[in-house]
């Protein structure tokens, strides 16, 4: 399917455990974007890559790791889940016409 | 990045038009106006984006004030899957990537 996909869509772990969140586009797009979502936060940049092998910071990256050995794929790792770790994760990838970001479905990510 | 003034919440009549207004009173010359919605449990999805001219496609139109401090995003026949929260966000153009999103506007269409 065209287009930007998450797997899985719902996701339950327990604190301690490692979890990856897979993103995929087809666009070729060079720029992606990790967000979490979270009631009374709105949504928050975790990392983002500029292009494989190229990965940043964003405004909340404590806790996550990156990386980018392809340009259509960008997991995003939870080393050890924490509770705060709860929420939505949205991936994005950028295009040029028009020059925006698309999202992703988003995967729900409970961790008990 | 400009900040933006939206109201958090408004109704609209299925059929009739949705007027969504922003104020980004601080905004640059180089700052673009985007326009991002969010249908429940759904990825933000992008709308409309301009510089100063007024803009139109298929989903919306949008108007910027001469003095671009402030925007609305026109619906022009709301209906029902129209219910989502309304972002709208400044950003400075192609240099710029990031997004900052701030509460929207809740707009809800009712039958």
């Known amino acids: 399917d065209a287009g930007i996909t998450q797997s899985p869509r719902y996701k339950i772990t327990e604190t301690g455990r490692q979890v990856t969140l897979m993103c995929h586009q087809t666009?070729?797009?060079?720029?992606m974007f990790w967000y979490r979502q979270d009631l009374g936060h709105g949504l928050r940049l975790i990392y983002y890559?500029?292009?494989?092998?190229?990965?940043d910071k964003g405004e909340v990256p404590d806790g996550y790791v990156v990386s980018r050995s392809k340009t259509e794929n960008f997991p995003l790792t939870l080393e050890s889940a924490t509770r705060s770790q709860t929420s939505v994760y949205f991936c994005?990838?950028?295009?040029?016409?028009?020059?925006?970001?698309?999202f992703g479905p988003g995967t729900r990510l409970t961790v008990l | 990045d400009a900040k933006t003034t939206q109201p958090p919440s408004m109704d609209c009549a299925e059929g009739r038009a949705a007027n969504l207004p922003c104020n980004h009173s601080?905004?640059?010359?180089?700052?673009?106006v985007y326009w991002y919605r969010q249908i429940h449990s759904q990825g933000p999805q992008y709308i409309i984006h301009?510089?100063?001219n007024n803009e139109t496609n298929e989903m919306a139109s949008l108007i910027i004030t001469e003095d671009r401090k402030s925007s609305t995003l026109i619906l022009p026949h709301a209906t029902l899957r129209d219910t989502a929260v309304y972002y709208c966000?400044?950003?400075?153009?192609?240099?710029?990537?990031?997004?900052?999103f701030g509460a929207g506007t809740t707009v809800t269409v009712r039958a």
């Open positions: 301009g510089l100063k």
């Open positions: 966000i400044v950003r400075a153009g192609s240099n710029d990537y990031k997004l900052s």
């Open positions: 666009w070729s797009h060079s720029y």
């Open positions: 890559s500029a292009a494989a092998d190229i990965t």
């Open positions: 601080t905004i640059s010359g180089n700052e673009y």
């Open positions: 994005a990838s950028r295009g040029a016409a028009p020059d925006t970001q698309y």
